[in-house]
């Protein structure tokens, strides 16, 4: 099992025949991952072969889920295009839309995650690596080769840190690792994942990424302390960040004591979860926790 991407899973890849679309669409087939084809409308009706794989392309997403039966779609479409792009992913009613595009102004990520919500679509990211399944599949940036199958998993607000944490817990193994993105407004959360993980037979633990700076954090604590049976250990990054300065991600900006790594680690910690203070010592605490059962 895994939340959100399997080995059922048939992915499209929006902005395919684009150069950053091309790379990680080669990683994802060389993870095992099933591509069906690329959406571009300036290049529908060609087949684009990808380390021999013969991939379509689609004028829209409607058409490629009517060839393909896709239920996923990955957008690598720059910025100013983005809005529109999860939008026709949204009208065309795709179960998933994973968008690691970073740079998209918020006005358009308030409108395109609100449309995509009332239309039945799951958006992740933006400004995010994806997600991946080890050994299922690998829907973005994620590199697949520094993680096994496994009994844990991981939800993170910085691409980064997840790449870390999976390459310390290598060894353990993956459920399912999602990178929700560190905008200030995101498609998914991480208290959504926390339900999906919670209600996953095959996920023993879970790790929790956060940051400086808004208030995550502290409702995922919220929602542990109430509905999360299985044990959750978490980091925050940032606890050396100087008050008012933001700090890589758009979303990590704190203003006196609130939004600091002190109050989320306080937060969580009265929620019954372990934080750890650097990423090795996180990683010891999930290895310990399995350990106990």
């Not at 991952?33 to 997403?61: C, E, I, M, Q, Y």
């Not at 993105?181 to 208290?191: E, K, N, R």
Request: aromatic share 4%; net charge neutral; charged share 20%.
């Amino acid at each position: 099992m895994a939340i959100h991407l399997t080995t059922e899973s048939r992915i499209l890849v929006q902005g395919m025949t684009g150069a950053e679309g091309m790379k990680h669409t080669r990683r994802m087939l060389a993870a095992g991952t099933n591509v069906v084809g690329g959406v571009n409308p300036r290049k529908a009706g060609r087949t684009v072969d990808v380390d021999g794989h013969p991939l379509p392309v689609f004028g829209s997403v409607a058409d490629g889920i009517r060839a393909t039966g896709a239920d996923v779609s990955v957008v690598f479409v720059p910025p100013a295009f983005a809005k529109a792009a999860v939008t026709e992913a949204a009208d065309a009613r795709i179960p998933l839309a994973v968008v690691i595009t970073e740079g998209i102004p918020v006005h358009d990520t308030v409108a395109f995650t609100a449309y995509a919500r009332r239309r039945g679509t799951r958006v992740i990211g933006p400004n995010c690596p994806g997600l991946i399944s080890p050994g299922q599949s690998n829907a973005g940036i994620i590199p697949a080769d520094i993680a096994k199958p496994g009994r844990i998993g991981l939800v993170s607000k910085s691409g980064t840190l997840t790449y870390q944490l999976m390459h310390e817990l290598r060894d353990t193994g993956f459920s399912t690792c999602v990178g929700i993105g560190g905008d200030p407004v995101v498609g998914t959360s991480h208290i959504d994942c926390l339900a999906a993980f919670q209600d996953d037979p095959d996920t023993e633990l879970i790790v929790l990424i956060g940051e400086i700076g808004g208030d995550a954090e502290e409702r995922a604590a919220a929602y542990i302390r109430d509905h999360v049976t299985k044990p959750v250990v978490g980091y925050i990054a940032g606890f050396t960040a100087p008050e008012g300065r933001t700090m890589g991600h758009a979303g990590a900006i704190v203003s006196g004591s609130t939004g600091t790594a002190r109050a989320k680690q306080e937060a969580l910690e009265a929620a019954g979860v372990r934080v750890g203070r650097t990423p090795t010592e996180t990683a010891r605490a999930v290895l310990e926790a399995l350990r106990q059962g």
